[in-house]
């Protein structure tokens, strides 16, 4: 094998090893919309809780409980699926019956910000359940506290 096949296969080689790196590396964003829900910010979804909305935070448990939107309920959306906007909701575990009763009820998901997949998702299997006043608050957490929002 020459010098220069043995360059190029120890290149590639390198490519191949680091394409996942990289593509793990990347924050994979959400969509900016998603129809059938309502996109809110955090002026909006203070708003709509004054009104009488359950805000859900859906950050796994540990996050929760550190800091989250005062009055908002912790509810875990546990997500295996892929991070794409026609996500696989079967693969992923989210408790339906610890939302209100009620579908016409105002819901807010929220996680953290926009490269947080799970209020985005929660908002999905939410509004595919057949809740009508679904808001997705995809500026999440980070949102809410650079806007010095009240937290608990």
Known sequence: MSIRQTFAGLVAAAVVALVPMVAQAQKIMTPETLAGVKLATAEQTQAAMVRGAVAFDVRVAAECTEKTIKGAVC????????????????????????????????????CNSG??????????????????????????????????????
């Open 75 to 110: 509810h875990t959306y546990r997500e295996k699926s892929a991070k794409v906007a026609d996500f696989d909701k079967s693969q992923d575990q989210f408790d339906l019956s610890k939302l209100p009763a009620d579908k016409n009820a105002a819901v807010i998901f929220f």
């Open 115 to 152: 490269d947080c997949w799970r209020s985005y998702k929660a908002s999905v299997v939410a509004r595919d359940a057949g809740f009508k006043n679904v808001h997705w608050f995809r500026g999440g957490m980070p949102e809410w506290t650079t806007k010095g929002l009240p937290t608990q």
